[in-house]
């Protein structure tokens, strides 16, 4: 029984990136819809940031209101980065499809670490906030540095 959920879960898992091609009617809505998830994402990482740095006075609601829309909306530009959405009015580097395993890794270092920093918003625990947005802020950096054109 555990086993068929599984394959049903592997099976569903697997459609995933397929219904996202089909889901968008041209590139170019495709390229809208990573860079708006890429905002909202980018919204609230810094709203943290500004507290991780003291730019804004630390509040620890606050924090975790942020952390969990980080963690809510952090793998839905993944389904936008579809084949053919490379030119446009986007700075993703083409390596993005000709590296796709390098990209899949730099996907996966951010979603560990956004689970960390999930983990450290549900405990509340203002120094472990501090230290996975800093971990966090890294893998975006990476993915940028390697993925985005300037
Ligand atoms: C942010 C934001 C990013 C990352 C990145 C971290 O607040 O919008 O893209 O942090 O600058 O290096």
Not at 53 to 64: E, S
Not at 85 to 98: C, E, V
Not at 108 to 125: E, I, M, Q, R, T
Request: glycine content about 8%; hydrophobic content about 40%.
């Amino acid at each position: 029984m555990k086993r068929k959920l599984l394959l049903i879960a592997a099976v569903a898992a697997a459609a995933v990136p397929m219904l996202a091609s089909a889901q968008f009617a041209k590139p170019e809505d495709a390229i809208k819809y990573r860079q708006s998830a890429l905002t909202v994402m980018g919204t609230h990482f810094s709203r943290l940031g500004a507290m991780v740095t003291g730019k804004t006075p630390w509040d620890t609601a606050t924090a975790q209101y942020n952390i969990a829309v980080v963690n809510a909306v952090h793998n839905l530009a993944f389904a936008g980065f579809v084949p053919g959405s490379d030119k446009g009015t986007t700075k993703a580097d083409p390596k993005i499809w000709s590296d796709q395993a390098g990209f899949t890794k730099a996907r996966d270092n951010l979603y560990a670490a956004v689970g960390k920093l999930n983990d450290a918003g549900k405990s509340g625990n203002e120094a472990a906030i501090k230290t996975a947005f800093g971990d966090t802020g890294k893998t975006c950096k990476g993915c940028h540095d390697d993925y985005r054109m300037k």
